[in-house]
């Protein structure tokens, strides 16, 4: 799933390659992809894109007369910029795997697509980002909250860290990948009971948040799209590692397995050597 680094990588190229350009037209190929209505998708025609911005996880491309294009990627929606597209013709509603297509008036311009059967990429045409559901739920910017503010959000709710880190509501930009590895720059277990932090663990895990996102984004900027995913790939030091050495300690990073979602960390440095209780694979056993 796209998180913080990567969304904002994309706002950056936007910035760069659609700010200033004029919308020929927005095609929706993917109808479930589009949760509002009004405005409809033809308000879009003509409008110029003046800015491109992030809320959390959503991308929010920006049309003059104050509308808003905003987007969440979801687990497996990406964002694909055209030089040119291979044909003028519109989209065909329910072909392959692009949801929406934004054509620019010199010929560019870019696809929103997802990978899978579980079709979650989600795209509003809103006069006010504050309207999308997912936008107005949001809490503080991970990035950008203070050492108090972070330590605040994170006693706000009762819970496993791993947990309460990637509630939207509690800070907005942390997903399940950013979560393993600022946990384990943290030496934090993710079942670590938020009620139970420390101050020095929650500073600690507030210099691990900002150090890992910063870097994250400071690796991803100015990367082309279509190499973000690589670029997040190779800056992962637990996460989808399971059975690899830690590059820390050399330990062999661990895995614990939920229903849809895993997590990775190593048990030498977060854990005091223990493992976790896989709990999947427990009720197996039983």
Same mark, same amino acid.
């Given at each position: 799933?796209?998180?913080?680094?990567?969304?904002?990588?994309?706002? $950056? @190229?936007?910035?760069?390659?659609?700010?200033?350009?004029?919308? $020929?037209?927005?095609?929706?190929?993917?109808?479930?992809?589009?949760?509002?209505?009004?405005?409809?998708?033809?308000?879009?025609?003509?409008?110029?894109?003046? $800015?491109?911005?992030?809320?959390?996880?959503?991308?929010?491309?920006?049309?003059?007369?104050?509308?808003? &294009?905003?987007?969440?990627?979801?687990?497996?929606?990406?964002?694909? @910029?055209?030089?040119?597209?291979?044909?003028?013709?519109?989209?065909?509603?329910?072909?392959?795997?692009?949801?929406?297509?934004?054509? +620019?008036? #010199?010929?560019? !311009? /870019?696809?929103?697509?997802?990978?899978?059967?579980?079709?979650?990429?989600?795209?509003?045409?809103?006069? $006010?980002?504050?309207?999308?559901?997912?936008?107005?739920? &949001?809490?503080? #910017?991970?990035?950008?909250?203070?050492?108090?503010? /972070?330590?605040?959000?994170?006693?706000?709710?009762?819970?496993?860290?791993?947990?309460?880190?990637?509630?939207?509501?509690? &800070?907005?930009?942390?997903?399940?990948?950013?979560?393993?590895?600022?946990?384990?720059?943290?030496?934090?277990?993710?079942?670590?009971?938020?009620?139970?932090?420390? #101050?020095?663990? &929650?500073?600690?895990?507030?210099?691990?948040?900002?150090?890992? +996102? !910063?870097?994250?984004?400071?690796?991803?900027?100015?990367?082309?799209?279509?190499?973000?995913? !690589?670029?997040?790939?190779?800056?992962?030091?637990?996460?989808?590692?399971?059975?690899?050495?830690?590059?820390?300690?050399?330990?062999?990073?661990?895995?614990?397995? /939920?229903?849809?979602?895993?997590?990775? @960390?190593?048990?030498?440095?977060?854990?005091? !050597?223990?493992?976790?209780?896989?709990?999947?694979?427990?009720?197996?056993?039983?």
């Amino acid at each position: 799933m796209p998180e913080l680094p990567e969304v904002e990588a994309l706002t $950056d @190229y936007l910035r760069e390659r659609a700010v200033g350009r004029r919308v $020929d037209r927005l095609e929706v190929a993917a109808i479930s992809a589009l949760k509002t209505y009004d405005p409809a998708p033809t308000a879009a025609a003509g409008r110029t894109v003046t $800015d491109a911005r992030r809320h959390g996880k959503f991308l929010d491309v920006v049309l003059d007369g104050e509308l808003h &294009l905003v987007v969440h990627l979801a687990r497996a929606g990406w964002l694909h @910029y055209r030089e040119a597209f291979p044909s003028a013709a519109p989209l065909r509603p329910g072909k392959g795997p692009i949801a929406l297509r934004v054509r +620019l008036d #010199d010929g560019s !311009g /870019f696809d929103l697509t997802e990978a899978g059967t579980q079709k979650s990429l989600a795209v509003y045409l809103v006069t $006010d980002p504050a309207a999308v559901p997912g936008v107005a739920r &949001l809490g503080p #910017d991970a990035l950008a909250a203070d050492a108090a503010t /972070f330590a605040e959000r994170m006693r706000s709710r009762k819970g496993q860290v791993k947990g309460v880190l990637t509630d939207q509501t509690v &800070l907005a930009g942390v997903g399940n990948a950013y979560s393993d590895e600022i946990l384990h720059a943290a030496k934090l277990s993710p079942f670590a009971l938020t009620n139970r932090l420390t #101050d020095d663990q &929650l500073a600690t895990l507030h210099a691990a948040t900002r150090e890992v +996102l !910063g870097d994250a984004v400071r690796r991803s900027v100015g990367q082309k799209a279509a190499e973000l995913k !690589g670029e997040k790939r190779s800056g992962l030091k637990v996460h989808a590692r399971t059975g690899q050495p830690c590059p820390v300690c050399g330990e062999t990073v661990r895995e614990v397995s /939920f229903a849809d979602s895993s997590l990775q @960390y190593c048990a030498t440095c977060q854990t005091g !050597g223990k493992p976790l209780a896989d709990r999947r694979l427990s009720r197996l056993v039983r």
